[in-house]
């Protein structure tokens, strides 16, 4: 079964940054998406971003501007660059990776941020 493991979060002032990390058990080079995710307590979880198949990066309205996301083939590691932090950031953050149309897909089980102010 593949995984995925998300590292990185942690507590963070607000105005700094942090990167996260989603590891997976497989091989991430052909993938349809690759995206990130966030969920904070009561509210819906909200795009990041992700990449697409044809090495397009899509970002959601959440954190366009300050948030920046890349893929490692070689360690099959996707990553999540955020800058200039808010407290409104503090969600737990997680990956999404899915390798056809014909699945759904596999999700992390993410990781915390929390922005204090």
């Known amino acids: 079964q593949v995984q995925l493991v998300e590292s990185g979060g942690g507590l963070v002032q607000a105005g700094g940054s942090l990167r996260l990390s989603c590891t997976s058990s497989?091989?991430?080079?052909?993938?349809?998406?690759a995206g990130w995710y966030r969920q904070a307590p009561a509210k819906e979880r909200e795009l990041i971003g992700y990449i697409n198949r044809g090495n397009k990066i899509v970002y959601g309205d959440s954190m366009k501007g300050r948030s920046t996301i890349s893929r490692d083939t070689r360690e099959n590691t996707l990553h999540l660059q955020m800058t200039a932090l808010k407290p409104e950031d503090s969600a737990v953050y997680s990956c999404?990776?899915?390798?056809?149309?014909?699945?759904?897909?596999?999700w992390g089980r993410g990781t915390q941020v929390t922005v204090s102010s």
């Open positions: 497989r091989d991430i080079s052909s993938v349809l998406t």
């Open positions: 999404h990776v899915r390798w056809s149309l014909s699945e759904a897909g596999v």
